[in-house]
């Protein structure tokens, strides 16, 4: 058995790394951008890469790299069923209500006739996201139809950049505000410099919407690794209605009704590992928002303990990415 590791740094090969060390499996570590990449895998069993959503290089060739090697017979994380809709909260709609999950009411257009007619016809606040991005940077609370007209406009015309920058700088002054570091405080220009080149790429042609849920001071973030479950609440950002990226997390009053729902849902995705971001409807019932294979692991690594398939909780620490890993080398 040879495992394959592609390595960045504050990524899951950290622990995928140390964990065959310690159990003195045959491993090596490569570089997936490499031209070679293919003939430097041959002898390998497995191949690990926890690609990342804001990497452009990750999101030119990862999904290829990742899925030609399962149609060869190498076992990879993540596989098809867990990564084909990574970042892509269009695709996610289309699944999730193919079977029927419990999703926030979500709605996609492709022309703007339709959509501006949508737009003069239903009923508002809605909020706006782009297909990719995450930690709420491209999500916009429309308030009315003339706000949404505006940007359906400008998504068909112009197109709509990835980064929002007014939320971008929120995030880095909320970050500061939270760990009061000037070492954050020095990276807000140069973040601001760097997001301002990211956001020359736009995306056009389409908009999406989904339901605002109001009333929501918390989204509750459930990780499925296998047969476990990890549960945090995130709770919402100051004078915002994102708790994506706040940084406050409580790891108490999880609801079991979303962790059986997590689990459910899991089983007929059949993904070697998932995160779910839920918040409650009108009638206080769990709905999806989006779901993604990877995970920030600041605040679901500190989970006390993990619940299992049958919801019973033990009270442990939580490697997730340990667990992908075993999983991943046991599987028959």
């Known amino acids: 058995m040879k495992v394959a590791i592609h390595h960045r740094e504050g990524s899951f090969s950290e622990k995928w790394i140390t ?15 490499s031209s070679n990449i293919i003939d430097d895998l041959k002898g390998c069993d497995y191949f690990l890469w926890h690609h990342h959503h804001a990497l452009q290089e990750d999101i030119l060739v990862a999904k290829r790299i990742l899925f030609s090697l399962e149609q060869s017979g190498i ?40 959509s ?49 920058l007014l939320n971008v700088i929120k995030d880095d002054l909320l970050r500061f505000k939270k760990n009061k570091s000037l070492k954050d405080l020095a990276k807000i220009p140069v973040r601001f410099i760097l997001n301002i080149f990211k956001s020359n790429f736009k995306e056009k042609g389409y908009v999406y ?37 706040s940084g406050n997390f409580s790891y108490d009053g999880v609801s079991k009704e979303i ?7 899991s089983k007929i995705l059949k993904v070697q590992s998932i995160a779910y971001d839920f918040v409650l ?23 006390p303990g993990y619940w299992d398939d049958n919801l019973i909780w033990h009270a442990s620490k939580v490697e997730p990415e340990v667990w992908i890993i075993e999983d991943l080398l046991n599987k028959n």
């Not at 964990?19 to 951008?33: E, G, P, Q, S, T």
């Open 259 to 265: 962790v059986e729902i997590a689990f459910k849902v």
């Open 116 to 164: 501006m007619l949508w737009a003069k016809q239903t009923t508002f606040p809605k909020v706006f996201k782009l297909r990719g991005g995450a930690g709420a940077k491209n999500v916009i609370l429309v308030k009315n139809s003339e706000h949404c007209q505006r940007l359906i406009k400008k998504a068909f015309r112009s197109g709509i950049t990835q980064n929002n």
């Open 19 to 33: 964990y065959c060390k310690d159990k003195n499996i045959d491993f090596r570590i490569v570089d997936a951008f």
């Open 209 to 245: 919407f989904q339901d605002f849920i109001p009333n929501n001071k918390f989204d509750t973030r459930i990780v499925v690794v296998g047969n476990r479950a990890i549960g945090e609440r995130r709770f919402v950002r100051d004078n915002d209605f994102r708790a994506s990226g």
């Open 281 to 303: 409807g009108m009638n206080g019932e769990p709905l999806i928002v989006e779901i993604s294979y990877g995970f920030g692991r600041e605040g679901i690594s500190k989970a």
């Open 75 to 114: 076992k990879v994380y993540p596989d098809f069923n867990s990564g084909w809709h990574f970042d892509d909260k269009v695709g996610q709609k289309y699944l999730l209500e193919l079977i029927n999950a419990p999703l926030v009411k979500s709605y996609v257009f492709y022309n703007r006739k339709n």
